[in-house]
């Protein structure tokens, strides 16, 4: 069973949008803070972007004004709007729940991660 999978990544132009989505299983979706994360090429993975069930939002300052995180609760789905992209934006993207991933840590579940590769 797929608990995770994220999609709508690809090869973009600096300046130009991209729009993730991220599809979780309700076990990891409902009631759960939902997280955003990117690993770039030979670094850690980060936390980008978070919502909460009722949709408040926090954004790592580096994509604070051009990304924009939604979910919509009836679909278990979470969304990155991603604007005005820069090839630092250029990573691996990942979701997951902040419960999950805090609970079990390295035994947590992961999707496939959907590449965003940014041009200049």
């Known amino acids: 069973q797929v608990q995770l999978s994220e999609s709508g990544g690809g090869l973009v132009q600096a300046g130009g949008s991209l729009r993730l989505s991220c599809t979780a299983s309700?076990?990891?979706?409902?009631?759960?803070?939902m997280v955003w994360y990117r690993q770039p090429p030979g670094a850690q993975r980060d936390v980008v972007a978070t919502?909460?069930?009722?949709?408040?939002?926090n954004y790592a300052d580096s994509v604070k004004g051009r990304f924009t995180v939604t979910r919509d609760n009836s679909k278990n789905t979470m969304y990155l709007q991603m604007d005005s992209l820069k090839p630092e934006d250029t990573a691996v993207y990942y979701c997951?729940?902040?419960?999950?991933?805090?609970?079990?840590?390295?035994?947590?579940?992961w999707g496939q991660g959907t590449q965003v590769t940014v041009s200049s």
């Open positions: 309700g076990t990891i979706f409902r009631g759960n803070v």
């Open positions: 997951n729940s902040w419960a999950t991933v805090r609970t079990l840590g390295n035994r947590a579940p």
């Open positions: 919502i909460t069930p009722v949709g408040s939002t």
